[in-house]
């Protein structure tokens, strides 16, 4: 089992970016066009949806504008996993800036993609998903990438 851990930088508050994080009218533009579901209560579902659910899971921790923790289950992950990945993320204020971390647990190699040109795999996929939460907070603007293909 591996985890992958990633830290960043966001100025903005706890609060602004909590709420990125938590409403289909921010994640639906920067997470791949994903809306997420859930009634935020500790033991309640947690749902990403592009039409249908992609990835389900639930609430472990939660502590509003400061961490939430839930399992994740792709529906398409065709692995041997005995149990759901985590995810856990962190807000940490720091004056102007609020660090931003993302651990994903008890990830399988099948989760990796060794190509650092696409963005499959959790590796690649989360690092794309919070680099646009930035830029989207920061500048309301989206990183501009096509997504028809992987580059090279």
């Given at each position: ?5 990633y830290?960043i930088?966001i ?6 970016i909590?709420e ?6 921010h ?10 579901r859930?009634?935020w209560?500790?033991g309640?579902?947690?749902e ?10 639930e609430?472990?921790e939660l502590?509003?504008?400061?961490k ?14 005995e149990e759901?990945t985590v995810?856990s993320l ?6 102007d800036?609020?660090?931003v971390?993302?651990d994903?647990?008890?990830?399988l190699?099948a989760?990796y ?11 690649n996929g ?10 989207y907070?920061?500048t309301?603007?989206?990183l ?5 293909e992987d580059?090279?």
């Amino acid at each position: 089992m591996r985890t992958f851990h990633y830290d960043i930088y966001i100025a903005a508050s706890p609060d602004k970016i909590w709420e990125a994080w938590t409403k289909s009218e921010h994640t639906e533009r920067y997470f791949f066009g994903t809306a997420i579901r859930s009634d935020w209560n500790i033991g309640s579902s947690i749902e990403y949806l592009r039409g249908e659910v992609t990835d389900f899971g639930e609430i472990i921790e939660l502590i509003p504008n400061r961490k939430l923790v839930h399992s994740w289950s792709n529906t398409s992950d065709t692995s041997d996993r005995e149990e759901p990945t985590v995810v856990s993320l962190t807000l940490t204020s720091m004056g102007d800036v609020t660090k931003v971390t993302l651990d994903h647990e008890k990830l399988l190699s099948a989760d990796y993609e060794e190509n650092p040109y696409t963005f499959r795999g959790y590796n690649n996929g989360w690092p794309f998903i919070l680099s646009n939460l930035k830029s989207y907070i920061e500048t309301d603007n989206l990183l501009e990438v096509d997504f028809s293909e992987d580059v090279s």
